[in-house]
């Protein structure tokens, strides 16, 4: 480890500074990625989360951070064989302001089939790094971690602080992780003014908030009879075809002429959608089968829905197709029944943080910054709605379109860049003049 040197010229030699200690540290980038992809933090269930923060820790106190573990006392998924356990690093003086905040999730989803390398092997090869949670957001965390670390060898002086938090179970909702932190005050606008997430949406990509998204089952009730005299039952199957039916014809329409004024990528999520995820009707399919009619059918529904429509809307259109359904046929019934709700998400135009980060993007790669949204949710809608630290968006390394699929990787570079962009913004909004 080098020491960091005392005083700072600003301007032009301090940014060159900067970006040149990120490209230096381009090695141990990419050996702190390799060694993170190596801890399998497979989530569900969330394995070796205490191994994995442990890492992260050792990492970031060698930053000199100031490093505590936030472990998720009182969650129900926080438990002896897979405790949840959050990391956070705190560098500048504590009361010292403006704060930035750089989080990353270190759980990953299950591997699943198909893959060439090693899962967890953390391999390097022609200049990319291989392995689950290399693109879906290790790499992230070590553009973060390493974007502190080129700062203080750079000898950037903080007028303010950055901070630094590896989380758990973003992949299942993030409520022992980032939510926990800010249900427990230690993200808040008390301590927090600005966040940079560095979820996978490229070293170009600036990530301004996501769409909103409603969860529902809906259940199907009819009434079992004996499948020879199915005349005698009602089929509750047969219901929910129709109402599968009913929402393409009714409501497709409607959602497809909506589009959305957020950036949202790939261009076709800019409109709102309605997905079924599941559907179990009947019998268990794996039983022997009995002949039945079926007396109940659930399906679970993943609606997308954009901040030009409202929730109440959103439900309403789903209330009123299952009514009109059920009022064509005498004993048909339908419940509804709420799993999640998420709330779109948005910065506000013209915050610093997407300002900060979009002039880094100009420095260090030389072409303008794409201001794009996600389709899907992460931990922003964490910081904007349960905290209230609204200057929150996404920025980090990694093709999102290799999130969660097999032979998962990420370019080299790109880590370097991405390390070297929040390296610069974070100088920028927390650096002193
Ligand atoms: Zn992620």
């Known amino acids: ?43 569900p269930p969330g394995d070796l989360y205490r191994e994995c923060a442990e890492l992260i820790r050792g990492r970031l106190e060698e930053a000199g951070m100031a490093v505590q573990f936030v472990t998720a006392e009182g969650r129900p998924e926080h438990t002896p064989g897979h405790p949840r356990i959050n990391v956070l690093g705190r560098s500048g003086d504590p009361g010292a302001r403006p704060r930035l905040h750089l989080n990353g999730h270190f759980d990953v989803v299950p591997p699943g089939d198909d893959w060439t390398v090693d899962p967890f092997g953390g391999l390097v090869r022609d200049g990319r790094i291989y392995g689950r949670g290399a693109s879906d957001m290790k790499s992230g965390i070590a553009a973060a971690v390493f974007a502190v670390e080129a700062m ?89 075809g129709a109402l599968l039916e009913a929402f393409r014809k009714e409501l497709g329409p409607d959602l497809a002429v909506r589009r959305s004024g957020l950036p949202v990528v790939p261009d076709p999520s800019r409109r709102p959608s309605l997905n079924v995820n599941a559907i179990v009707g009947g019998q268990a399919g794996e039983s022997v089968q009995s002949p039945c009619v079926a007396d109940r059918c659930t399906a679970t529904f993943d609606r997308r829905f954009i901040p030009e429509e409202r929730f109440e809307q959103v439900r309403d259109e789903i209330v009123r197709v299952a009514k009109a359904v059920e009022a064509e046929q005498p004993g048909r019934r339908f419940t509804i029944e709420d799993r999640m709700t998420v709330h779109p998400t948005w910065a506000p135009r013209g915050s610093p943080v997407v300002a900060a980060l979009s002039r880094a993007v100009r420095t260090v790669t030389g072409v303008d910054a794409e201001q794009v949204a996600s389709p899907g949710t992460y931990d922003q809608k964490h910081f904007a709605r349960i905290a209230g630290v609204e200057h929150c968006v996404a920025y980090g390394p990694g093709p999102l379109e290799e999130a969660h699929q097999p032979d998962e990787s990420c370019a080299v570079d790109d880590i370097v860049t991405s390390t070297q962009v929040i390296a610069l913004a974070a100088t920028e909004l927390v650096g002193s003049p």
């Open 1 to 43: 480890m080098r020491p960091a040197p005392e005083r700072q010229s600003g301007g032009a030699a301090l940014i060159d500074r900067v970006v040149a200690e990120a490209e230096a540290a381009r090695d141990e980038i990419v050996e702190f990625t390799a060694d993170l992809i190596r801890i399998p933090t497979v989530n």
């Open 152 to 240: 203080r060898r750079a000898g950037v002086r903080l007028r303010g602080g950055v901070d630094v938090s590896g989380t758990v179970d973003e992949e299942s909702g993030g409520f022992a992780g980032v939510a926990y932190l800010c249900e427990t005050g230690v993200i808040s606008p008390r301590n927090t003014d600005f966040a940079i997430i560095p979820e996978p949406f490229g070293p170009t990509r600036v990530c301004v908030g996501h769409r909103g998204v409603y969860w529902f089952d809906i259940v199907a009730h009819g009434h079992t009879a004996h499948g020879s005299m199915s005349h005698l039952g009602h089929s509750a199957i047969d219901d929910m």
